[in-house]
């Protein structure tokens, strides 16, 4: 990945939506030479798909927590149950004291003890420990820089 490839994913993240020529322009291309680099980005696995983001609240999930999943054995397969947790925004196996960490978004603090019964629910989950965030200072991407 060379310096263009590098701010063709900045600026797409600043804006997905923008026309090619936009782009191209933005980095020094043609449009049509973007809409190659694009592509190609996208076939290595660089760009892993284009998406909108949503003010939380504005959907009515006003409620941010993060878990921490202690368990019993290795949790390294359970991605499946995890994902089938429409709440979970975010799972990762992590090291340390637990054994996964997630992200959860709930509309009411009722919705999140629901979730956490689900988690519980999960073969081979013995604890969870919640933070539950009361304001988010900011959410970035991860920089091409």
Not at 32 to 45: F, N, S, T
Not at 62 to 82: I, K, N, P, T, Y
Request: charged fraction near 25%; charge should be negative; glycine fraction near 6%.
């Amino acid at each position: 990945m060379d310096d263009i490839d590098r701010a063709l994913i900045v600026e797409l993240q600043r804006d997905a939506t923008q026309a090619y020529s936009a782009l191209g322009k933005a980095v020094g291309l043609s449009a049509g030479a973007a809409h190659e680099r694009v592509r190609k980005l996208r076939e290595r696995g660089v760009i892993r798909r284009t998406t909108v983001e949503v003010e939380p609240a504005a959907l009515g999930r006003d409620v941010l927590a993060f878990v921490m999943v202690d368990s019993s054995a290795w949790m390294g397969d359970s991605a499946e149950a995890f994902a089938a947790i429409p709440e979970i925004q975010e799972a990762h196996v992590i090291a340390g004291a637990a054994s996964v960490l997630v992200k959860v978004r709930t509309a009411t603090t009722e919705q999140l003890q629901q979730v956490l019964r689900r988690l519980y629910a999960i073969e081979g989950v013995s604890g969870t420990h919640a933070t539950v965030a009361l304001e988010t200072f900011f959410e970035r991407p991860v920089s091409a820089d």
